[in-house]
């Protein structure tokens, strides 16, 4: 089931709690929350103070003082998915990659450079290796064109939606 951004939101106010009564929830449990909290950026502004338990490519499950959440990375701001994916992820050349997909299919070109030039560094073979996810990359590209491509057309900027989507049409044939 996936969750409504107002369902979301009402989450997140439960997290404000008070700093004694999460001091005492760690104490009663036994053990300490993982790491010091951090922000956490849905993609409507809103943010919330939260542990991070666990990140996977597409999604971050989070903890407040009492409720704890599994988001996809839809449902927050791209960059801070990335911010929070970068600090969590374990450090390979495949998630590296990875990265570079994800910041590439949202618009964040210098960050999924830069994500795609570590993952070449840590494994020079890594471009071959992943040929057969190449068709996946293009599609992914050429998506987040025809999205620029009907906003510029939406704006009234029916010149420069053309070329966009042209651009789009030449290379995809």
Not at 30 to 58: C, F, S
Not at 106 to 132: C, P, T, W
């Amino acid at each position: 089931m996936k969750m409504r951004p107002v369902a979301i939101l009402a989450v997140l106010f439960l997290f404000a709690g008070s700093i004694a009564f999460a001091a005492q929830e760690a104490k009663d449990e036994g053990k300490a929350k993982p790491g010091k909290k951090e922000e956490i950026v849905l993609k409507d502004g809103l943010t919330a103070m939260v542990w991070v338990l666990e990140t996977d490519i597409n999604s971050v499950t989070v903890k407040g003082d009492k409720v704890q959440a599994k988001l996809s990375g839809d449902e927050l701001d791209p960059h801070s998915f990335y911010d929070i994916r970068r600090r969590h992820m374990e450090d390979t050349a495949r998630n590296h990659f990875a990265l570079a997909v994800y910041c590439f299919g949202h618009g964040m070109f210098n960050r999924a450079k830069y994500q795609r030039d570590i993952a070449i560094a840590m494994d020079a073979d890594l471009v071959e290796s992943l040929k057969k996810e190449m068709p996946d990359l293009q599609e992914k590209i050429a998506e987040y064109f025809l999205k620029r491509a009907n906003r510029l057309y939406r704006d009234g900027k029916f010149d420069e939606a053309r070329e966009v989507a042209e651009l789009v049409a030449t290379r995809m044939m």
